[in-house]
């Protein structure tokens, strides 16, 4: 059975891409793409090649991603991928020289955009808790808007390299270090905690993750923001403020 092409939607395309192109160049790639069944059609030649590049490496790694959560790490080989991005092989080549390295590739990508989401929406609390619930609700909301990227990125990195690894822990580093420094800046003075109690958070938030997403649980997600809310304001704020919070977010 043949592989389903991924779809790049508008919104990945634009972050993955930045500013590097004039807005109108990427409304043209993201119109002629919409128009089309994946490829680019013969509208293409009047876009700049080095953009066409770019979308075509960012073919690749959103296919990495499908191909990933579909078949596990172990099991997707680079024809997966290319039959997932409806690319040729020597395109393939062009951008990445290995399974690992396109790997590597999407989820650095992906990480970005999470961090880049998760910091932006939290930014615009204004107490702790309330930078807090934000983070969270981003990060659900990324995990239900693109599932094979987190699946991929808390599940299967586990299971590539010791590369992919070791980036997997420092990206639970950095959140680990965001939370401790908001609660550093907002938490009053007198407020008992440590640098191991974001550790602590964190890690116990990504297990709750990691446990549903290896079951491709992913209409699971949502109904644990109550609890990971609980979990992340307890250590800090104690029990009454904790469950103040499972309070107004169950039901």
């Not at 999407?106 to 961090?115: C, E, I, Q, T």
């Not at 599932?147 to 390299?161: G, H, I, K, L, Q």
């Not at 992913?218 to 009454?240: C, I, K, N, R, T």
Request: net charge negative.
């Amino acid at each position: 059975m043949a592989a389903d092409r991924i779809e790049l939607s508008q919104q990945t395309l634009v972050a993955a891409l930045g500013d590097s192109w004039p807005p109108e160049q990427v409304d043209a790639a993201i119109e002629l793409l919409a128009n089309s069944d994946g490829k680019f059609p013969s509208g293409v030649r009047r876009l700049p090649s080095d953009l066409i590049r770019a979308i075509q490496r960012q073919r690749l790694i959103m296919a990495m991603l499908k191909a990933t959560s579909d078949l596990g790490y172990r099991r997707a080989n680079v024809q997966d991928v290319i039959d997932r991005a409806g690319v040729s092989r020597p395109t393939f080549y062009e951008h990445f020289s290995n399974k690992e390295d396109c790997f590597l590739a999407a989820f650095d990508s992906s990480a970005r955009r999470l961090r880049d989401q998760v910091d932006s929406a939290a930014g615009e609390g204004r107490s702790w808790r309330e930078q807090v619930r934000l983070g969270m609700r981003a990060m659900l909301d990324f995990a239900g808007a693109e599932p094979d990227t987190v699946r991929t990125v808390v599940v299967e990195a586990r299971a590539a390299s010791a590369e992919a690894v070791l980036r997997r822990v420092e990206l639970l580093d950095y959140f680990s270090d965001c939370l401790d420094a908001r609660a550093q800046a907002l938490l009053p003075a007198d407020a008992r905690f440590t640098e191991v109690t974001a550790a602590g958070v964190v890690g116990g938030i990504e297990a709750l993750l990691y446990a549903r997403l290896c079951r491709s649980e992913f209409d699971q997600l949502e109904g644990l923001y109550p609890s990971m809310m609980y979990f992340a304001v307890l250590p800090y704020e104690g029990h009454a403020a904790a469950s103040e919070e499972l309070a107004l977010h169950s039901g």
